[in-house]
């Protein structure tokens, strides 16, 4: 069903943000497999409505292509939203890139419009859906970080790491103004996961290489994930060899984490000044 649902809606719907592929796309189908209803968003509706077809059968799907690089886009994306009557209880903040290279290697306008996609639209669509989360006192606002925000920082995606530390954050203090509100908030921290993610950064070839054992499945993360933000766990980093990774850096002196970033970050980052 991709027609609007009648104004008078009031089911609480899962708004995924990313939901064309990757984490994204699992999370929609981990929500529909919890009879969820969904909003879904991305730049390309092909295969957002090729996904809604998937999913309808088992809840109401509502596709509603966007690119959130627009920074007009998160209010527009809210008004939509409004005008079809529908209610979001969930927020799942999951689109995200990555810019390969060193930071000049691109120019401003590149940087500007990755945080934009990645720090600028996940703040603003939680300003804006969570007074309606408050004053139902139920919500769930579901940020998908990454380890990258939990370690030092790498040559290379230079702003990457530092956009998802922001998120964590961000998660971090959102959660605990509304810990008496119904609304949980939580930072999902994912590392190497099965996606398009490495495609489009230029880092198929060389990640490819790592060990399997570092490596997630998509669906599995986002299964994880919702079972963190519903029980009201504010961070989350799926996978014992993640969770391994973060607790090793976390004990090593500052010098010592950043030389050892710096040797392993050619293995998964594009470093082409």
Not at 122 to 138: S, T
Not at 244 to 269: N, V, W
Request: proline share 6%.
């Amino acid at each position: 069903m991709h027609d609007s649902p009648p104004a008078s809606d009031t089911t609480g719907h899962a708004l995924v943000t990313g939901a064309s592929a990757g984490i994204g796309a699992a999370m929609a189908r981990e929500y529909a497999r919890r009879g969820k209803p969904l909003i879904l968003t991305a730049r390309r509706e092909d295969r957002l409505i090729a996904l809604a077809d998937e999913l309808e059968a088992r809840v109401p799907c509502t596709v509603l292509a966007a690119d959130l690089a627009d920074p007009a886009v998160p209010e527009a994306l809210f008004r939509q939203v409004s005008e079809l009557g529908l209610h979001v209880d969930t927020l799942v903040n999951n689109a995200g890139y990555g810019v390969g290279g060193h930071y000049l290697a691109q120019p401003w306008p590149t940087h500007a419009q990755f945080l934009q996609v990645m720090v600028n639209a996940p703040c603003e669509l939680a300003h804006l859906f969570l007074p309606a989360m408050q004053e139902r006192r139920y919500g769930r606002i579901l940020n998908v970080a990454s380890l990258a925000g939990r370690v030092p920082g790498s040559p290379g995606h230079t702003l990457y790491g530092a956009a998802k530390a922001l998120l964590v954050t961000f998660s971090q203090s959102l959660a605990l103004e509304n810990t008496a509100t119904g609304v949980h908030v939580c930072a999902l921290c994912p590392g190497f996961t099965y996606s398009e993610f490495h495609d489009i950064t230029g880092t198929r070839e060389r990640v490819s290489k790592l060990p399997r054992w570092m490596w997630m499945r998509a669906d599995d993360v986002a299964r994880i994930g919702v079972d963190a933000v519903e029980r009201g766990q504010i961070v989350c980093i799926p996978g014992r060899v993640n969770r391994a990774i973060k607790s090793l850096f976390k004990l090593l002196p500052d010098g010592l984490a950043l030389r050892t970033m710096q040797r392993r970050a050619k293995q998964f980052r594009n470093q082409d000044a």
